[in-house]
RNA sequence: GCUCCCUUCGUCUAGAGGCCCAGGACAUAGCCCUCUCAAGGCUGUAACACGGGUUCGAAUCCCGUAGGGAGCGCCA
């Protein structure tokens, strides 16, 4: 992971878009952060430029390596690769210290003695004088160090004047110098603080865009002051705002807050999970359905939208079928063969693959409910429904499978087209619609009232197989 | 509480002063197609948060109000 020439050392063109994609391995990755991150790589991709991926785990209480690891699989499955990276903020802390060092000299920066007891006492005044909680600015001008007390490194922020955001996706904001405290930049036991290292990694980095989410868009006048004081260059910023719930509410646990990699065990295709995310907050005219390279050809961020957005997953459903009628059945095989695996089915015939997908896709909304519903094409024995044999199989349902039987097992060849004609034969010659001969076909064969067209359903069966589950279903019919 | 942000059909959005008694998509209702279920096609219901301005004219510009969100941490 660490390397002796770190890249931004030894290219560093100041034409080209870097964007970056940073997140903090403290909770899952889930939509919200996939959509920042699509958004800066579909950035750079469309700028031809830089698309880095860095991990912020300062925090190592809260990180975890299975956190890391969800993002890195995450990001693999969703095809959102790096040109850089991943980084790991952990592993750059003398950098970090170097910078907060030279600070310190440059009188940027100030060590405080106040303790986190004294603070807290003084952000309850402030509270309950209706005041903004903020840091008084005690240690601000000088104070000599207080035994036993380890001091944090606070960051000196201008006390007049104003910073404008130029962002991207908002317009200009402006904040008041005034409104900014000293914040900290290094604890008490040396270890920097997450708005600190996000500046000193976008500076080295040459990150030329900053996009993120707009709970950021607070930080930023900071930040954008500690990099006036390295003398370092403004980044542009593009505050997106956050996914909302179905609900409207904040996104949660119980739908949407759940690791991205639920979203392969569920059936989706990345590249509809993205065209969804793309649409939340970004359009371009009437156009729904995107490929990927369609989404870079037209994705521009000054064109996303300021307002949240609430995560629908039914829309997600249909984009997703959608992709898979879309998609050349070929490229769909290795999904549909890891969800049969997921139920225990494995099948190697790609051709039977194939047709299967084929005959599914515009049955299904996933590639898990199409894996679910072609059990019977595997299936030693087929389960009957009670309730569809009740309503196809009685009456003059077993006499229609004998017939049915007959024609089939002698017809010539075994095509859609050859089992499409007898059938339809057979249904003329009794006086019937073609209903009346498929759908007992199909109970016995699939064991369900529903199913893709009878022909094409018997044709991928085979023969062989049609013709025993015939039998099985007269049989049971029967000895009923 | 203070600072900042946001507000078009249930949902995602188009709309950058007249093309809008607001267009598309998901969902929903009905019809068509049809061997089942789908897919597909057609039709319908449904929105400019509210109040003031500016203007010949406002969803679009300005000011308020209301509602929602974020930040105010030795979290990121």
């Known amino acids: ?219 930023t006048p900071r930040q954008m002051n500690m990099l006036l004081a390295l003398g370092a260059a403004l980044p542009t910023y593009a505050h997106v705002p956050m996914i909302l719930g179905p609900d409207g509410a904040k996104l949660s646990k119980r739908h949407g807050a759940v690791s991205v990699l639920q979203y392969e065990e569920e059936g989706y295709l990345p590249d509809a999970l993205l065209n969804y995310l793309v649409r939340l907050g970004w359009a371009h005219g009437d156009q729904e359905v995107f490929t990927r390279e369609e989404m870079i050809a037209a994705f521009d961020i000054k064109d996303v939208n300021r307002a949240a957005s609430a995560f629908n997953p039914e829309k997600l459903l249909w984009l997703n079928q959608q992709h898979m009628m879309r998609a050349t059945p070929a490229t769909l095989v290795p999904h549909l063969r890891a969800q049969l695996r997921r139920i225990g089915l494995d099948c190697d015939d790609q051709a039977l693959l194939e047709g299967i997908i084929l005959a599914q896709r515009e049955r299904a909304k996933t590639m898990k ?55 339809e034969a057979l249904a003329a010659e009794l006086g019937a619609g073609l209903g009346k001969v498929a759908q007992p076909v199909r109970v016995a064969v699939t064991g369900a009232a529903v199913s893709p067209p009878i022909d094409v359903t018997l044709a991928l069966l085979g023969r062989e197989r049609t013709l025993a589950r015939l039998d099985a279903a007269m049989a049971a019919g029967s000895g009923a």
């Not at 003398?94 to 106040?114: F, K, S, T």
């Not at 209706?130 to 960051?155: D, I, L, S």
């Not at 679910?372 to 009685?394: C, M, Q, T, W, Y």
């Open 1 to 219: 992971m660490v390397r002796c020439a770190p890249p931004w050392q030894t290219i560093r063109d100041s034409m080209t878009v870097v964007t970056r994609f940073a997140p903090s391995p403290t909770g899952m990755l889930h939509v919200g952060g996939v959509r920042t991150a699509l958004f800066s790589w579909l950035y750079a991709r469309r700028m031809g430029g830089k698309f880095i991926l860095r991990v912020e785990d300062t925090d190592r209480e809260r990180s975890t390596d299975e956190a890391v690891r969800v993002i890195l699989d995450g990001m693999a499955w969703l095809g959102l690769t790096a040109d850089e990276g991943p980084y790991y903020q952990t592993q750059r802390f003398d950098r970090y210290g170097a910078v907060i060092g030279q600070m310190l000299a440059a009188g940027q920066a100030y060590h405080c003695y106040c303790t986190k007891e004294e603070l807290e006492a003084v952000r309850a005044e402030q509270t309950a004088r209706k005041e903004k909680p903020r840091y008084p600015g005690t240690c601000r001008h000088g104070r000599a160090p207080r035994p036993g007390v380890q001091p944090v490194v606070r960051f000196r922020n201008p006390a007049q004047g104003s910073v404008v955001v130029e962002d991207l996706v908002h317009g200009s904001v402006t904040f008041q110098n005034a409104e900014l405290d000293d914040l900290i930049i290094a604890r008490s036991d040396g270890t920097p603080t997450y708005n600190f290292c996000v500046v000193v990694d976008d500076w080295d980095m040459g990150v030329t865009h900053v996009i993120r989410g707009d709970d950021h868009l607070n930080n």
């Open 369 to 423: 409910e199409m894996a679910l519903n072609s059990r019977f094409f595997f299936a030693e024995h087929v389960e009957i429904d009670p309730k569809a044999a009740a309503k196809h199989l009685g009456g003059g349902g077993r006499e229609t499978l004998q017939r049915v039987r007959e024609r089939l097992a002698g017809l010539g060849g075994w095509s859609t087209e050859a089992i499409h004609g007898a059938l």
